[in-house]
């Protein structure tokens, strides 16, 4: 649980140049608050990893990727299951300025323990060894793309970029130092990176997660996690709200009390209105409010957030005809005609210019014309590592 004597947080302490910094100032800070709390099962809680236990394992990882000639702009490839030692590899790569490849393990045998070892000897390795502060516009990790569309390409996200987009996340968020995150998103995916890792600590607050392999055998795990550690911000996609709605048996539902839920953001799939509203009746009870859940859309190309619903806003849907949304042409139809497909608004962007485009003109579409979503800011990240040249009109 947070420490209730910390010192409030100001404005200031939010903001970082890089990650790297953030983490070296809360360390000082805010020494043996707790910043990652993990339960491997989805119930039982490992000791919480503290801003000061970070830094220092996190040293210990660079001082030795430093001994074995791991050069600045070299990469790692992380495969490690979630948990403390994930985060402790891939602070201690940004601390190197080694570019870390989150990746997921394929089978268990395969299982690298390069990182975990040199973790288990940081205390000793990195006291007498002090990080160089990575430049805003070097590259932090590659974060390879989801495939679905494509080839998955690794993104080149530089510190400037998670700079850019942890503020932007913070500040549409409505994110301070009271906020507690929970969830179960797997590190290697943008969403669960930068929401559950990245974000809390450029903060300064407290992130609670569990294996995605829980939350799928047990999904009450994710909702009695928010429940007992008085979570505030939780990230998912789609199915997992409907998969709660299914799962959860109403005596699981009598010993949850989500009232401490503020934001719930469902995105990284195509978002159903009938899906949000089946959870928000289904566990109102609880204390779950409708407006907590916020709809958003992002991409690894522009770090993570794009746009997002205001918060403590109601979410809106509308209704268009079928047909003429894939003939390019977007018609309002009345919700309960047969034609109806029932889109969800992901809200604005005020920190980035977002344009619906006609890919072959390369204009802004007029009202009405469906076209391709467009992005342009400090959030779009450098490219595609080994694909040179600017970004691809279509992605």
Same mark, same amino acid.
């Given at each position: 649980?947070l420490?209730?004597s ?8 939010f903001h ?8 070296? &100032?809360h360390a ?5 608050h #707790?910043?990652f709390?993990f339960?491997?099962? !989805?119930?039982?809680?490992e000791p #919480?990893?503290t801003?000061a236990?970070?830094?220092a394992r996190a ?7 430093h001994a074995?000639r791991?050069? #600045?702009?070299?990469?790692?490839l992380l495969?490690f299951e979630p !948990?403390?030692e994930?985060?402790?590899a891939f602070?201690?790569?940004l ?5 870390a490849v989150?990746?997921?393990l ?6 690298a323990?390069g ?6 000897? &940081?205390?000793?390795?990195g006291?007498?060894w ?5 430049e805003?516009k ?6 390879y793309? $989801? ?13 400037g ?6 503020d ?6 409505g994110?301070d ?8 998103l797997p590190p290697?995916?943008?969403? !669960?990176l930068i929401s559950?890792i990245i974000v809390?600590?450029m903060?300064g607050?407290h ?5 995605t392999? &829980?939350f ?8 009695r996690?928010?429940?007992t550690y008085r !979570?505030?911000? $939780?990230?998912a ?8 709605t299914?799962?959860?048996t109403?005596?699981d ?6 009232? $401490?839920w ?8 195509p978002?159903?209105?009938g899906s949000?509203?089946r ?6 009870a609880?204390?779950f409010?409708p407006?907590t ?6 991409l690894a190309?522009s770090?993570?957030?794009v ?9 809106v849907?509308?209704?268009f005809?079928e047909d ?5 042409t977007a018609v309002?139809?009345?919700a ?6 029932v889109?969800?608004?992901?809200g604005t ?6 344009a619906i485009v006609?890919?072959?003109a ?5 009202p009405?014309?469906?076209?391709e ?5 400090d959030?779009v ?5 080994q694909?040179?040249? #600017?970004?691809?009109a279509?992605?």
């Amino acid at each position: 649980m947070l420490d209730e004597s910390l010192p409030p947080a100001t404005p200031d302490q939010f903001h970082h140049e890089t990650v790297v910094d953030a983490v070296r &100032a809360h360390a000082e800070r805010l020494p043996d608050h #707790p910043l990652f709390t993990f339960l491997p099962d !989805g119930d039982e809680a490992e000791p #919480p990893l503290t801003f000061a236990a970070l830094d220092a394992r996190a040293r210990g990882v660079a001082a030795s990727l430093h001994a074995a000639r791991a050069e #600045p702009g070299a990469r790692a490839l992380l495969l490690f299951e979630p !948990g403390q030692e994930f985060v402790v590899a891939f602070f201690g790569c940004l601390y190197a300025g080694v570019v870390a490849v989150p990746t997921y393990l394929p089978h268990p045998a395969q299982r690298a323990r390069g990182l975990l070892r040199l973790a288990g000897i &940081a205390e000793g390795a990195g006291t007498d060894w002090s990080a160089p502060s990575p430049e805003p516009k070097s590259v932090a990790f590659l974060q390879y793309t $989801s495939g679905s569309t494509g080839r998955p390409k690794g993104v080149m996200v530089t510190h400037g970029n998670l700079t850019h987009n942890s503020d932007f996340i913070r500040t549409s968020l409505g994110m301070d130092g009271s906020t507690v995150v929970v969830g179960w998103l797997p590190p290697y995916h943008d969403m !669960g990176l930068i929401s559950m890792i990245i974000v809390p600590a450029m903060m300064g607050i407290h992130s609670v997660s569990m294996p995605t392999v &829980a939350f799928l055998q047990s999904p009450v795990r994710w909702l009695r996690a928010i429940s007992t550690y008085r !979570g505030t911000l $939780s990230a998912a996609p789609n199915f997992a709200f409907d998969l709660c709605t299914r799962k959860v048996t109403d005596e699981d539902r009598a010993s949850l009390d989500l009232s $401490s839920w503020r934001v719930a953001t469902n995105g990284a799939e195509p978002i159903r209105a009938g899906s949000v509203q089946r959870f928000s009746e289904a566990f109102a009870a609880t204390g779950f409010r409708p407006e907590t859940i916020v709809p958003v859309y992002g991409l690894a190309e522009s770090t993570l957030l794009v746009s997002g619903t205001p918060v403590d806003r109601p979410w809106v849907s509308r209704s268009f005809d079928e047909d003429a949304l894939e003939h390019g042409t977007a018609v309002s139809v009345p919700a309960d005609s047969p034609e109806a497909r029932v889109l969800v608004s992901c809200g604005t962007s005020p920190a980035l210019d977002v344009a619906i485009v006609d890919p072959r003109a390369r204009t802004r579409c007029r009202p009405g014309q469906v076209g391709e979503i467009w992005v342009a800011g400090d959030s779009v990240a450098a490219g595609y590592w080994q694909r040179p040249g #600017p970004w691809p009109a279509s992605s």
